[in-house]
């Protein structure tokens, strides 16, 4: 069955190929049908222009940049790519964490930041990667937030408002909405906490970051959404530069 892009989320950049899939095509080899979602990935390639090269996402800092003998049998532990050749597309998989992708001249990148991503630094990391091998300033990086969980939706424990950087306040601060739920719990806000820490490095073109992938249904599938019967799957978020 072909991909129908028709409701995919685009950051509209004319130097590349740029998109996240929506609900009704699985990416996810360990979310539902494996033998669907490789077919899935393999229908990208006519739609970017490119090969999609996904990771063995892990939750960590770590960035590659893509070569072209890695398929989804060899691919290297990692949450962030960058590629500079036009025919491998950089390809993140999605379920509620977020998806960052960058366009600067002459390459591009993406990377998988939930908020262990967010911690350890993973955005930082891929800016730096994507500014040495294309030989740019972080200024000339644009950045697109695609849709994770939205700051109504995720609530966490002390422990990952501190991995964030910030005191766990009894209290409303920036990024953190604080609910006595009955114990302590902050709602977060992971697209503002994205924001800051690229303009922490000079990355100021930012645009994207308005979706909740639990509360809407309709567009999303959302991992935690699994949970209270929504049908599994993981979206994709890939880029690719044009020839």
Same mark, same amino acid.
């Given at each position: 069955?072909?991909?129908?892009?028709?409701?995919?989320?685009?950051? @509209?950049?004319? $130097? *590349?190929?740029?998109?996240?899939?929506?609900? @009704?095509?699985?990416?996810?080899? !360990?979310?539902?049908?494996?033998?669907?979602?490789?077919?899935?990935?393999?229908?990208?390639?006519?739609?970017? #222009?490119?090969?999609?090269?996904?990771?063995?996402?892990?939750?960590?800092?770590?960035?590659?940049?893509?070569?072209?003998d890695w398929h989804d049998d060899n691919a290297p532990q990692a949450d962030a790519a960058v590629s500079t050749e036009p025919g491998l597309a950089v390809a993140i998989l999605v379920a509620d964490c977020l998806p960052v992708l960058f366009c600067a001249p002459g390459g591009v990148a993406g990377a998988h930041?939930?908020?262990?991503?967010?911690?350890? #630094?993973?955005?930082?990391?891929?800016? &730096? $990667?994507?500014?040495?091998? %294309?030989?740019?300033?972080?200024?000339?990086? !644009?950045?697109?937030?695609?849709?994770?969980?939205?700051? %109504?939706?995720?609530?966490? #424990?002390?422990?990952?408002?501190? &991995?964030? #950087?910030?005191?766990?306040?009894?209290?409303?601060?920036?990024?953190?909405?604080?609910?006595?739920?009955?114990?302590?719990?902050?709602?977060?806000?992971?697209?503002?906490?994205?924001?800051?820490?690229?303009?922490?490095?000079?990355?100021?073109?930012?645009? @994207?970051?308005?979706?909740?992938?639990?509360?809407?249904?309709?567009?999303?599938?959302?991992?935690?959404?699994?949970?209270?019967?929504?049908?599994?799957?993981?979206? *994709?978020?890939?880029?690719?530069?044009?020839?």
């Open positions: 069955m072909p991909l129908d892009p028709t409701h995919w989320l685009r950051p @509209g950049w004319p $130097e *590349a190929t740029a998109f996240m899939t929506t609900l @009704g095509a699985n990416f996810g080899r !360990k979310a539902g049908d494996p033998a669907q979602a490789r077919a899935n990935r393999a229908g990208l390639a006519g739609l970017l #222009g490119a090969r999609p090269v996904f990771l063995d996402q892990v939750h960590g800092a770590a960035v590659v940049r893509l070569r072209a930041a939930g908020w262990r991503g967010l911690a350890a #630094g993973v955005l930082e990391n891929t800016v &730096a $990667e994507l500014c040495e091998a %294309a030989g740019c300033e972080p200024c000339d990086v !644009k950045a697109w937030l695609g849709a994770c969980i939205g700051p %109504a939706a995720f609530e966490v #424990g002390p422990e990952v408002v501190a &991995a964030l #950087g910030r005191e766990p306040i009894e209290r409303d601060q920036p990024g953190f909405l604080y609910r006595p739920n009955p114990a302590p719990r902050w709602r977060v806000d992971l697209p503002l906490l994205a924001r800051e820490r690229l303009i922490s490095v000079n990355v100021t073109q930012i645009s @994207g970051g308005n979706w909740c992938t639990l509360t809407d249904d309709s567009l999303f599938f959302s991992f935690r959404g699994e949970a209270l019967g929504r049908a599994r799957g993981r979206m *994709a978020a890939c880029i690719a530069l044009r020839s």
